[in-house]
């Protein structure tokens, strides 16, 4: 092993994981997407004792975990138009004029749900989501509602496995 000098080397910590629920959150990146009509969004919390989340697990752990994206096709101008309200609203001044690059640094209200997800290896594992967009204002007097976990579905779930079961053909079986 190569040597290391330990004392420069600070311990793992415990990681407090993000809770679904209401938050301040501070626009980061913006990114437009012209051909899937999207714009894709970092973001971060801006205040709380949650304030830096994401940079912070950046930090320690090499992962962003605070995206979101807001869909500017026709069927979904009332959603970006919710959306552009709410930074609107939280940004006093602030109009949006159809420039994405003028979102990087406003904030916005954001409530935060859990999913449930395939992983890649098949195991179910859950992650937040951006459910809506509010002003800061709405969040800060909690005039919003946290949405139940979404779950997969059952055929998507993966089965139990009993091939490690030892069924005896000679047991007695109540329901026979």
């Excluded at 970092?42 to 205040?47: F, G, M, N, R």
């Excluded at 930074?87 to 109009?95: A, D, I, L, R, T």
């Excluded at 690059?101 to 395939?118: A, D, Q, R």
């Excluded at 946290?146 to 007695?172: C, E, G, H, N, W």
Aim: proline share 4%; net charge negative.
């Amino acid at each position: 092993m190569k040597s290391i000098d330990w004392s420069n080397v600070e311990e793992a910590k415990d990681f407090e994981r993000l809770q679904p629920g209401g938050y301040i959150a501070k626009i980061t990146s913006v990114e437009d997407l012209p051909d899937k009509e999207y714009l894709r969004m970092e973001y971060d919390i801006a205040d709380g004792d949650f304030a830096g989340y994401y940079q912070d697990l950046y930090r320690n752990r090499g992962f962003w975990g605070g995206r979101f994206i807001r869909s500017y096709k026709e069927k979904a101008l009332s959603f970006f138009k919710a959306f552009k309200t709410a930074v609107e609203n939280s940004n006093p001044g602030y109009q949006f004029n159809n420039d994405e690059s003028t979102l990087k640094g406003k904030l916005i209200g954001l409530v935060l749900g859990e999913e449930e997800y395939k992983a890649n290896d098949g195991s179910v594992k859950t992650r937040l989501y951006v459910d809506k967009t509010r002003s800061v204002k709405e969040i800060k007097s909690g005039n919003f509602e946290v949405p139940a976990k979404k779950l997969l579905p059952a055929d998507q779930r993966p089965r139990a496995d009993f091939s490690a079961v030892d069924i005896d053909a000679s047991d007695d079986l109540p329901f026979a």
